[in-house]
């Protein structure tokens, strides 16, 4: 099956796997694309993603990989996992120029993936339809808690003066792109805003209060650790080393 593929094509660029593509692919591929990262096949070394080649140009040229499942413009958040034009155009013209390998002395160092973000670890509140907050909220971010494969949602808020401020918007959900999703700037949300949800999702959000809760994220927060155990909540207190 990689017979057709290999020394076919001529090479005419001067990207290659070694230097530039494996960087790429390791920082916004990878952690899909390797055994137990969800994505059907790996993409770790150069025997793995170049019978992909050209599937992989147009997938990003499409914009369908990496994928995403806020729609863009309707919130603002961190780490967008789509790729700029730049490293769309790198990979592109790798392709076009044949998917040379390059020297394997210019590979970088196997790719180590980071523990889930901390946001996983933030108090979580638990919003629905129609909810009106009785207390400001301070959201760091938004997650969904479940939502259907393929199903859609949107949710929003209405603020205690009319306004209108976007929190997701998710046409087609993909559970394998799910992640919390950490907003751009830490939305602030009003006692007497109301929340508005459309579809049929558990959303939750990330809130900016109280002590992380360990590890898993989901379990309930533990009392904090010996040092900050000393706050008595007045101005300072604990502070000292
Ligand atoms: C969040 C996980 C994730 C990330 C990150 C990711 N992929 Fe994927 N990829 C998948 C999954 C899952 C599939 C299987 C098809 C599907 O479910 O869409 C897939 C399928 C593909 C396919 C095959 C498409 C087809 O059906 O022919 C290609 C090519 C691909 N990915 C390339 C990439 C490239 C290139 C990147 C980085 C720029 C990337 N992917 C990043 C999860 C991911």
């Given at each position: 099956?990689?017979?057709?593929?290999?020394?076919?094509?001529i090479?005419?660029?001067?990207i290659?796997?070694?230097?530039?593509?494996?960087?790429?692919v390791?920082?916004?591929c990878?952690?899909?694309?390797r055994?137990?990262?969800?994505?059907?096949?790996?993409?770790?070394?150069?025997?793995?993603?170049?019978?992909w080649?050209?599937?992989?140009?147009?997938?990003?040229?499409?914009?369908?990989?990496?994928?995403?499942?806020?729609?863009k413009?309707?919130?603002?958040?961190?780490?967008?996992?789509?790729?700029?034009?730049e490293?769309?155009s790198?990979?592109?013209?790798?392709?076009?120029?044949g998917?040379?390998?390059?020297?394997?002395?210019?590979l970088?160092?196997?790719?180590?993936?980071p523990a889930?973000?901390?946001?996983l670890?933030?108090?979580?509140?638990?919003?629905?339809?129609?909810?009106?907050l009785?207390?400001?909220v301070?959201?760091?971010?938004?997650?969904?808690?479940?939502?259907?494969?393929?199903?859609?949602?949107?949710?929003?808020?209405?603020l205690?003066?009319?306004?209108a401020?976007?929190?997701?918007?998710?046409?087609?959900?993909?559970?394998?792109?799910?992640?919390?999703?950490?907003?751009?700037?830490?939305?602030?949300?009003?006692a007497?805003?109301?929340?508005h949800?459309?579809?049929?999702?558990?959303?939750?959000?990330?809130?900016?209060?109280?002590?992380?809760?360990?590890?898993?994220?989901?379990?309930?927060?533990?009392?904090?650790?010996?040092?900050?155990?000393?706050?008595?909540g007045?101005?300072?207190?604990?502070?000292?080393?």
């Open positions: 099956m990689l017979g057709p593929l290999w020394g076919h094509d090479v005419t660029t001067k290659t796997w070694a230097r530039e593509i494996s960087r790429l390791n920082q916004r990878a952690s899909c694309h055994p137990g990262g969800g994505a059907p096949f790996a993409l770790l070394t150069y025997e793995q993603a170049r019978p080649a050209r599937s992989m140009a147009e997938e990003v040229l499409e914009r369908r990989m990496p994928p995403w499942n806020p729609v413009g309707f919130g603002e958040f961190k780490h967008e996992a789509g790729l700029n034009q490293e769309i790198l990979l592109a013209d790798w392709v076009e120029g998917a040379p390998r390059g020297k394997d002395r210019y970088p160092p196997a790719p180590v993936f889930p973000p901390a946001l670890s933030r108090p979580r509140l638990a919003i629905t339809d129609q909810q009106l009785a207390q400001t301070t959201a760091r971010g938004i997650a969904v808690v479940r939502l259907r494969e393929g199903a859609s949602v949107s949710a929003w808020a209405e205690p003066d009319g306004a401020e976007p929190l997701l918007e998710i046409a087609a959900f993909r559970q394998v792109a799910n992640q919390p999703l950490e907003f751009l700037r830490p939305l602030r949300l009003p007497g805003t109301r929340l949800i459309s579809g049929t999702a558990a959303l939750a959000l990330i809130s900016s209060g109280g002590p992380p809760a360990r590890q898993s994220g989901l379990s309930a927060p533990r009392p904090p650790a010996a040092p900050a155990a000393k706050h008595d007045r101005p300072g207190a604990g502070r000292s080393r």
